[in-house]
Nanobody, 119 residues
Framework: VQLVESGGGLVQAGGSLRLSCAAS????????MGWYRQAPGKQHELVATITSGGSTNFADSVKGRFIISRDNAKNTVYLQMNSLKPEDTADYYC??????????????WGQGTQVTVSS
C-alpha cells in the first residue's frame, strides 16, 4: 500500500492550501484517514481525522480553519487549510488504516509534504 501526498508549498499568512493524499495498492477497505504534522523541533501533532463514515475530529489549533474530507471511491483524503498562520508551518503526513485482507488492519503513512506559511 502506498500513500502519495500532494499540495504543499509556500503561502502567505491568511492564505489557503489544499493537501491531497491518495492510497493505492492492494486495498480491501480503509477505515480512518487523517493528517499529522511535525514542525521543526516539535513533536508530531494530530491535525485531523475522518472515519469511513465521514465523522471528523480536529486539533484545537486548527478547528474552524481546516476541513478534512475524503473520496472513498478514490481512496483519497483531503485537507483544506484556510486562514493559515505561520505556526501551521510543518511537514504534513497523511495516514490511513488499511485492511489489505478482511482480517487485517494496519496503518500506512505518506512521505510527507512541506507547508510553509510566511508572515
Amino acid at each position: 500500500v502506498q500513500l502519495v501526498e500532494s499540495g504543499g508549498g509556500l503561502v502567505q499568512a491568511g492564505g489557503s492550501l489544499r493537501l491531497s493524499c491518495a492510497a493505492s495498492g492492494t486495498i480491501f477497505s480503509i477505515n480512518a484517514m487523517g493528517w499529522y504534522r511535525q514542525a521543526p523541533g516539535k513533536q508530531h501533532e494530530l491535525v485531523a481525522t475522518i472515519t469511513s463514515g465521514g465523522s471528523t475530529n480536529f486539533a484545537d489549533s486548527v478547528k474552524g480553519r481546516f476541513i478534512i474530507s475524503r473520496d472513498n471511491a478514490k481512496n483519497t483524503v483531503y485537507l483544506q487549510m484556510n486562514s493559515l498562520k505561520p505556526e501551521d508551518t510543518a511537514d504534513y503526513y497523511c495516514y490511513a488504516e488499511v485492511s489489505t485482507i478482511p482480517t487485517s488492519l494496519a496503518n500506512y503513512w505518506g512521505q510527507g509534504t512541506q507547508v510553509t506559511v510566511s508572515s
